[in-house]
């Protein structure tokens, strides 16, 4: 594992829980109070989940400092098969790991889009946009679509190459045009 400060320090944490859950075990069978052995590996359990959680929370705070977006996030969710949250902590995770690990995230970005350009007939994230019939006719006109449903199709590959910001433009000059 690239983290290993977290890592040893979750080793650590189980090592003491065990040891702790033996003493309560060996105070039982001697008829001693067995309460504050037990109290203590509660607190320690806690205290783990406790890391577990500010870890997650600056995985997540990573990904939004960093320069991907929620469309590279949805591209590598259907890859991975997670939802769109675990795939931002997951990308964090990454940056976080170093640039080798970056790397790997740039190489399984393409992989997605890659994949993902196999069937864009399914408009599966246009669907999650707020684009309109009329957006999508505009566009078309623009581009020199055929239809508004060519545009569509457009849209749906600009999203899977992380162009949502030229689709933005676009449309915006496309309604300025008279």
């Given at each position: ?21 033996g ?8 008829g001693?109070?067995?309460a504050p052995?037990?109290?203590?590996a ?7 989940n ?6 997650a929370?600056?995985?997540?705070e990573?990904f ?7 469309w590279?996030?949805a591209?590598l ?42 069937s ?10 707020s684009?309109t019939?009329d ?5 078309a006109e ?23 910001d ?8 496309a309604?300025?045009?008279?």
């Open positions: 594992m690239k983290n290993s400060k977290t890592l040893h320090l979750s080793i650590l944490l189980a090592i003491a829980a065990v040891l702790a859950a003493s309560a075990q060996a105070a039982a069978s001697a001693q109070l067995q052995i037990s109290a203590g509660d607190a320690m359990l806690k205290c783990d406790e890391i577990s959680q500010n870890y929370q600056t995985e997540l990573t939004f400092s960093s320069g991907y977006t929620y590279d996030a591209q969710a259907s890859y991975w098969g997670q939802d769109v949250d675990e795939a931002k902590a997951r990308i964090g995770r990454k940056i976080l790991w170093g640039p080798a690990d970056v790397a790997l995230l740039e190489q399984f970005l393409l992989d997605a889009r890659l994949e993902s350009l196999q864009v007939d399914d408009l599966r994230f246009y669907s999650e946009t684009y019939y957006d999508a006719a505009a566009l623009f581009w020199g679509d055929a239809t508004p449903y060519d545009a569509k199709l457009r849209i749906e590959r600009n999203l899977i190459m992380g162009n949502a030229e689709v933005e433009y676009a449309l915006e000059l309604n300025s045009q008279p």
